[in-house]
């Protein structure tokens, strides 16, 4: 700990002169019993923020690399009855995607779809507003409904 670190040492022990002391101003200097290190060890703070247009930017080239692929299928609605896996598993083998890495995007949360979901590894739900790069590049395939890619274009645009 460096003497800012270093509980107590607030106040100056004695005054300043006719004490015959050396002046000081702290107890906590780094020359004093259970004083503070000269130079200790700090933690350093690594972290940095991307400005949004360069965010913006790269998930509109991870869209672009998917359409180019051929990766992204638009549902008109994907609603299930009950929050059961097996549901959606019918709903994979429909679609082709079965032992792929798949993502829905949805344009609201719904609970039971994302229940259902829950259970499927290299499954993801999302909500729309929620989604990043890292998902769109991570997954093989991208699930649309309507709305959410609507709302997505409005988002991008």
């Known amino acids: ?14 005054r300043q002169k006719g004490t015959g002391r050396a002046r000081v101003g702290s107890i906590r200097v780094p020359h004093w019993r259970g004083g503070g290190v000269v130079f200790g060890p700090h933690q350093r703070d690594y972290s940095f923020s991307i ?11 991870a869209l672009r690399d998917k359409l180019k692929t051929n990766s992204i299928i638009i549902l008109d609605e994907l609603k299930l009855a009950h929050p059961k896996t097996k549901e959606l598993v019918s709903i994979f083998q429909k679609l082709k995607l079965k032992e792929k890495k798949v993502i829905f995007l949805l344009d609201s949360k719904d609970e039971t779809f994302f229940r259902a979901a829950g259970n499927i590894k290299r499954t993801g739900c999302k909500e729309i507003n929620s989604v990043n790069t890292f998902d769109l590049l991570y997954y093989e395939w991208i699930v649309f409904t309507k709305k959410a890619f609507t709302s997505l274009e409005k988002r991008l645009s």
Do not use: E, F, Y
């Open 51 to 61: 400005p949004k247009k360069v965010m913006r930017a790269a998930l509109k080239s």
């Open 1 to 14: 700990k460096t003497r800012k670190d270093v509980k107590g040492g607030g106040i100056k022990p004695w």
